[in-house]
């Protein structure tokens, strides 16, 4: 990273409009104006994705694909049109090859099931990084146990880099799946995964891009990255909870089982035999979060309209201008500072706890989080139990990150 510290964070967008769209962000928290950089975990939803979803349950509000009535129609229209609405921001060939899921966790568990379990068998092998979320480590071990797959692990450095050169060694005839994050939530490391997806298909392997990070921060185009699959979460792209994506490939998605049976996913049921819906609703057995998918399609347009790009340099400034403020502060080390990074702030205190440190932070006004930020392998990796960490948004500002260092350093004094 560029250490010069940039006292001018400017935005290309008026940040003061930005921040008045956000309703949680304009409040107090024991008597402090609320600083929250806890963006990582979920994100706050601008007042465009509340009235829509609002609009939905107060005017629209039906199941969809199955009723005659209006109220269905309408439903069942913003649905779709929210399927379009992915396709356009992820750049998908197709909306059919888009998949309405609860969540990136639940995406990879469809891939896991409808695609590893489905094809490979005991000895192939699948790449995932050091750096992992447990939702892309998890789903594979339960494989290594339930089909005898085996899991390879891509090293990282003590910055936080991926180690390319080290993963292409690690690749051969018995690699059949990669799944990698395109940023890591616990140390901000931006990877390499278009190359990783070359180097991945060289050998004929699939990949899966982990894009719950890395959506709200960098422009996804899986055309450009030629990636098998994707997987995302509308919580952290300032939509609804309880709603994501995974995007495939059509050809793969043809071939997949489905992973949950139930209705809408099926052509006809009968006792001798039952046939399968056409992709996407292949995948999407029972009633599907409705008001999540057309809230998160507001979500989709509020960031397109502010423009990603803008958002990803406005955020790199910020985060320029964090790590540099968090160094000044005595004893405080930064856990991750790899060449790519994006977003995210992690941090250790000589001498104070983490959850202490989240305590008295909190007492003024501050959100971040403490703890292992589900990744327990990196932080073992770091020899730490737990970091601190702020995950910025768009909405976040200089004067955020000051509030941060000012209130850190209060917080340790108290606490030495
Ligand atoms: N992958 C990564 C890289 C993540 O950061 C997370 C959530 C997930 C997968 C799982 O997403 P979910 O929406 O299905 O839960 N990460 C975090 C975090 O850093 N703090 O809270 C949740």
């Known amino acids: 990273m560029n250490k010069a510290i940039n006292e001018t964070v400017t935005s290309d967008f008026d940040i003061t409009k930005v921040r008045s769209d956000f309703p949680a962000l304009d409040q107090e928290i024991y008597g402090h104006k609320l600083v929250y950089l806890d963006n990582g975990a979920s994100t706050q939803k601008p007042r465009q994705v509340i009235d829509k979803v609002k609009q939905y349950y107060e005017r629209d509000n039906s199941n969809v694909h199955r009723g005659i009535h209006t109220l269905s129609q309408r439903a069942t229209d913003q649905f779709e049109a929210a399927r379009v609405t992915v396709q356009k921001f992820i750049n998908a060939p197709s909306d059919s090859e888009i998949i309405f899921t609860s969540g990136t966790t639940e995406s990879i568990n469809l891939v896991a099931h409808s695609y ?224 790519h990074k994006a977003s995210i702030l992690s941090f250790q205190i000589d001498g104070v706890h983490a959850s202490d440190l989240g305590t008295l932070l909190d007492h003024q006004g501050i959100a971040i989080r403490v703890g292992h930020h589900c990744a327990m392998p990196v932080m073992e990796f770091f020899g730490v139990e737990a970091t601190a960490r702020a995950s910025l948004a768009f909405y976040n500002t200089k004067e955020d990150i000051d509030a941060l260092v000012s209130a850190i350093t209060k917080a340790v004094e108290m606490l030495k």
């Open 116 to 339: 590893v379990r489905a094809f490979l068998k005991a000895g192939d092998e699948v790449i995932i990084s050091a750096m992992e979320h447990h939702s892309n480590i998890v789903p594979w071990q339960l494989l290594e146990q339930q089909i005898g797959i085996k899991l390879v692990i891509a090293p990282i450095n003590h910055n936080g880099d991926f180690l390319f050169e080290e993963f292409k060694a690690l690749i051969g005839e018995k690699t059949k799946f990669v799944a990698i994050t395109q940023l890591s939530n616990a140390l901000g490391t931006i990877t390499p995964v278009k190359e990783i997806i070359q180097a991945a298909h060289a050998v004929g392997a699939k990949v899966l891009i982990d894009g719950a990070q890395a959506i709200a921060h960098t422009h996804v185009d899986v055309q450009a990255l030629d990636c098998d699959f994707y997987a995302f979460s509308g919580h952290k792209i300032f939509s609804p909870t309880g709603v994501g994506v995974l995007y495939g490939k059509r050809a793969l998605l043809d071939s997949m089982p489905p992973y949950k049976g139930g209705g809408e996913m099926i052509k006809v049921v009968s006792f001798s035999g039952t046939t399968f819906n056409e992709v996407p609703h292949k995948f999407e057995a029972g009633t599907p979060n409705i008001a999540g998918v057309i809230g998160m399609a507001a979500g989709l347009d509020y960031v397109s309209e502010l423009g990603i790009s803008k958002i990803a340099n406005y955020e790199h400034d910020l985060l320029e201008y964090g790590t540099q403020k968090l160094l000044t502060i005595e004893g405080l080390k930064i856990i991750g500072d790899a060449e």
